[in-house]
């Protein structure tokens, strides 16, 4: 396993090359001055466009921009962020602890609500839950996420003012920029704990309420789908009908004998939700004004922000193999029948 | 059950006459983003609301909501020629400084401070920066480099130009400049020399400012950390929760701000700001005009209306369009499926497009009746400003007959095609192509407009670079409050509009350089209505709409007064932090 594992972290780097080289050979489809708009917002900066293309080489080849942003990198730098008004390094420093706690949140209820709901509409099939799990898997799929997530901030801010945007209220955030606040993981709620300030908890766990609600209940959809067909064709296997016949109960069977097997599939899914969230839930982000990574990224696709982009893909396929890996790996604990070589 | 929910909710959850949230901290949320602190390289809006008045201070302000007259600020006078510290010959301004101004750090304000910072500005001159507003006149060009990058200014030029001479500082101008108060009430702020160049900047030596010239973004310790004299000053800037905290300064030289701290935080998503005004939580919001129905009627909401702004849109017609590989122009020919690369420079097609505009429907349904109908690029509240000029007006009839003499009579009998580009998202342009577009196919059948709406990249491009655009509506907003400021831009041959249409008139380029360069306002004045009465004859743009604003606040606010100077000049007027308070 240890060997599997190494030899799929050795593909990082060419992974990393690969998707570094195929933005900047998609320059070629933009010229110097569609380029150059980043860098000029306002009509009266229209005469600067020649300067601003000779001054960051925008009318240079692409793969001698290429070439340039190569040895940047190797030298640590992945280059500045007109968007984020930082380093891209930085960037993603600031905004990915953002997204990740988001993510996390979200994932836990999305794998603790979609495997539940998921089992027991298998398990119940054609009865009440089962219809019950088939209106919420419709209704997440099908509501688009921004009218969702509007219509929560909408009532529950807007109308009852219990569950706020943003990532923390004023007073957090003064508070958590002084010297009187560490922050050991950029996440805030694990943070709030460490500094012993509850009070921080409460208000971090305020502002992700309706984030958090908002995206579980779009991907748990999904999730609730591929359970439930999972598990209805693990359910009706030999084993399975050889451990009811021994006389097993309901939730031994569905919880120690059939469950397992049905993962499978659940775990790849959950990987690219898991990786999914981590990187595009720029729509959730932006109603919410939650400060993250997604958010960042769709701005700086929209502004031709290009070392943004950049960092951002590779950031993002190296956490996709990592996630193929994970699932990977975890497919060999679930299944012993699954070798990894 | 989704629309019971809609309707419960209602457009307010906290009472009328709700207690005043938060009632030392002022909470504005803007749609726009700050680009840099530093005064000598913003030349947005937002970033600009952040810098002044707020944070660094300019040596004199203006009146109130006077934009053309001026009080003293960081200098003890405004200059004139009646109390003999403007020269006779326009040429020298003296600006006695003010004694006793503590920066925020601690340090006390001298005249070299205020030299170094003038200077600073000029001489950092990024590329689109906001430099050339005091390089023109002062040193008699807009940019400190040639086209090929080179350094066009001499030490000695710049030696001259700003000098301390005991405790005044001393404005030596290229040549007279009618409007150089409004841009100094603007454009000349001051921080410490002393604190800029122990943070790694410019040291005010005339042998090294060239190392200092053009940088990028971030080069500068200033794009991010502030020090100035102002009534505020910066506490942080979180660039992933896109908000700033300033917080009062106490040593303040006039009477400290009743606020204690000020909060701009950029919230893209407009339900998301209004909610957010709704519960208390901003003070002041960005609307724009077609969101503007959805907060009337908001309990503890102020809405205020029809503040004329120095802002101008218009539709730039290109007569020199660039038609290789060009999908705008159709055949690029004058034969019913295309337009030639010189279409507009003929002056019966202009003034057909002129007089076939519903300006009219274009203020009310793009601009919800927000704005009025300008005759030219001087606009109301510009000196030279006359309303007596004539504009056009929408009127079928004459199209039709300016139509009919166009390319002699060759455009009516063939007809035309070519499309429209305006940047996407702003929709009020994009009503305003549509109306072009009906009311233009409404007088031939042969007559064919499409639009095209592009990122702001491609209409970048297409616009300037490449000359591409054939037709595009783009604005212009005052940097100070002068006709001068758009003039230029509008209707110089190098201005910016000039230059991308294409127009050239050496009479009007006289008019601007005699505008600029006379002191006596009435003379000024007349250089300006000629120049209006030239727009309506040459028509190179279609000025559709002088802008006004709204602002929306909470109703606990008090103290704001109306400049349309001040930042940020947009759909909704700026702010001095200094008089709000909430009550």
């Not at chain 1, 993981?185 to 409460?202: E, H, K």
């Not at chain 1, 109603?287 to 893909?313: C, H, K, M």
């Amino acid at each position: 396993m240890i060997a599997f594992i190494l030899r799929r972290l050795l593909l990082l780097p060419f992974v990393a090359l690969g998707v570094s080289a195929l933005i900047f050979s998609l320059l070629q489809f933009l010229s110097p001055a569609m380029r150059a708009s980043l860098y000029v917002h306002d009509p009266k900066q229209l005469n600067a466009v020649p300067d601003i293309i000779r001054k960051y080489h925008l009318d240079q080849p692409a793969y001698v921009q290429y070439w340039d942003w190569l040895v940047q990198v190797v030298h640590g730098d992945l280059g500045w962020s007109e968007t984020a008004r930082e380093t891209v390094a930085d960037a993603i420093r600031g905004f990915f602890p953002a997204t990740f706690e988001l993510a996390l949140y979200s994932f836990a209820c999305i794998l603790a609500i979609g495997i539940w709901l998921g089992t027991q509409a298998a398990v119940h099939k054609d009865r009440l839950l089962d219809h019950l799990s088939r209106f919420t898997s419709i209704s997440g799929a099908s509501l688009p996420t921004f009218v969702w997530g509007l219509l929560l901030l909408m009532v529950f801010y807007g109308h009852f003012g219990w569950f706020p945007p943003g990532r923390l209220s004023l007073e957090a955030d003064l508070f958590v920029r002084s010297s009187r606040f560490h922050p050991y993981t950029g996440l805030m709620t694990v943070d709030a704990l460490l500094n012993r300030q509850a009070w921080i908890f409460w208000d971090v766990f305020r502002h992700l309420v309706l984030p958090v609600a908002t995206l579980t209940y779009f991907l748990t959809a999904v999730l609730v789908r591929i359970t439930r067909s999972s598990m209805l064709e693990t359910l009706r296997t030999d084993y399975v009908r050889t451990a009811r016949a021994k006389g097993l109960a309901q939730r031994v069977v569905v919880d120690r004998h059939a469950r397992r097997n049905a993962l499978i599939p659940v775990i790849t899914l959950a990987s690219l939700l898991f990786v999914g969230l981590l990187s595009g839930v720029a729509i959730t982000e932006t109603i919410f004004n939650y400060p993250g990574i997604g958010r960042w990224g769709v701005n700086a696709s929209e502004q031709l922000d290009i070392p943004a982009v950049t960092g951002f893909a590779l950031i993002f396929s190296g956490l996709l193999v990592l996630a193929n890996l994970c699932a990977d790996t975890l497919y060999a604990f679930v299944d012993p029948r699954i070798r990894l070589r | 059950m989704m629309a019971l929910v809609i309707l419960s909710v209602g457009t307010g959850a906290r009472g009328a006459g709700a207690p005043v949230k938060n009632p030392d901290t002022f909470v504005y949320i803007t749609a726009g983003d700050v680009e840099s602190l530093d005064p000598a390289y913003a030349y947005d809006t937002t970033s600009e609301n952040i810098i002044w008045p707020t944070v660094y201070e300019t040596l004199i302000m203006y009146a109130g909501s006077s934009t053309s007259s001026f009080v003293p600020m960081l200098a003890t006078q405004v200059p004139s020629l009646a109390n003999g510290l403007v020269s006779a010959d326009g040429l020298t301004y003296t600006f006695p400084v003010r004694q006793g101004v503590h920066f925020h750090d601690g340090s006390v304000m001298t005249p070299e401070d205020v030299r170094y910072s003038v200077l600073r500005f000029m001489l950092q001159d990024r590329d689109g920066g906001p430099s050339w507003l005091l390089l023109t006149p002062l040193l008699g060009t807009d940019a400190t480099r040639d086209s090929k990058d080179n350094i066009q200014v001499m030490p000695g030029q710049v030696a001259k130009a700003v000098t301390v001479s005991g405790n005044n500082v001393v404005f030596h101008l290229h040549h007279p400049y009618g409007a150089f108060l409004s841009i100094i009430a603007a454009w000349s702020f001051v921080m410490p020399r002393a604190w800029a160049v122990s943070n790694g900047d410019w040291d005010g030596s005339l042998g090294t400012w060239q190392k200092f010239n053009n940088p990028k973004v971030q080069d500068r310790f200033q794009f991010d950390h502030m020090n100035g004299t102002g009534p505020f000053k910066l506490e942080s800037w979180d660039r992933q929760a896109k908000q700033i905290v300033l917080v009062r300064n106490d040593n303040y030289w006039r009477k400290p701000a009743r606020l204690a701290r000020v909060v701009v935080r950029t919230v893209e998503e407009f339900t998301t700001r209004r909610l957010a005004l709704q519960q208390g939580d901003a003070d002041i919001i960005d609307v724009t005009r077609p969101d503007q129905s959805k907060v009337m009627g908001m309990s503890d909401v102020t809405v205020r209306d029809g503040f004329p702004m120095l802002i101008l849109q218009a539709i730039h017609l290109n007569e020199k369009i660039d038609t290789t590989g060009n999908p705008d122009v159709g055949s690029g020919k004058l034969d019913g499926n295309g337009i030639p690369a010189d279409f507009f420079s003929d002056i019966h097609v202009r003034r057909a497009f002129a007089y076939a505009f519903d300006y009219a429907a274009n203020i009310r349904d793009g601009y919800r009746s927000g704005g009025t109908q300008p005759n030219g690029p001087i606009i109301q509240g510009l000196l030279g400003y006359d309303p007596t000029a004539p504009k056009y007006t929408h009127d079928r009839d004459k199209a039709i007959a300016e139509f009919k003499e166009a390319w002699g009579g060759k455009v009516w009998d063939v007809g035309f095609k070519f499309t429209e580009t305006y940047n996407t998202g702003n929709v009020a342009r994009q009503i305003g192509a549509q109306i072009i577009k009906d009311q233009i196919e409404s007088l031939n059948p042969k007559f064919k407009i499409d639009i095209r709406d592009v990122q702001w990249s491609t209409f970048l491009e297409l616009t300037t670079r490449a000359h591409k655009g054939t037709m595009f509506v783009l604005g212009w907003a005052a940097d100070y409050p002068d006709p001068d400021d758009f003039a230029q831009p509008f209707l110089g041959s190098n201005g910016d509009y000039g230059k991308a249409i294409g127009y050239n008139n050496p009479e009007v380029n006289k008019l601007i350089t005699e505008g600029a360069e006379t002191a006596d306002p009435a003379k000024r004045a007349s250089s300006y209505r000629q120049l209006t009465k030239i727009a309506y004859q040459d028509v190179p743009s279609i000025y559709t709409i002088q802008q006004t604003s709204f602002l929306v606040m909470r109703s606990w606010v008090h103290g704001w007064y109306f400049n349309p100077i001040l930042p940020p000049p947009g759909q909704n007027p700026g702010k001095d932090y200094y008089t709000l308070y909430k009550e």
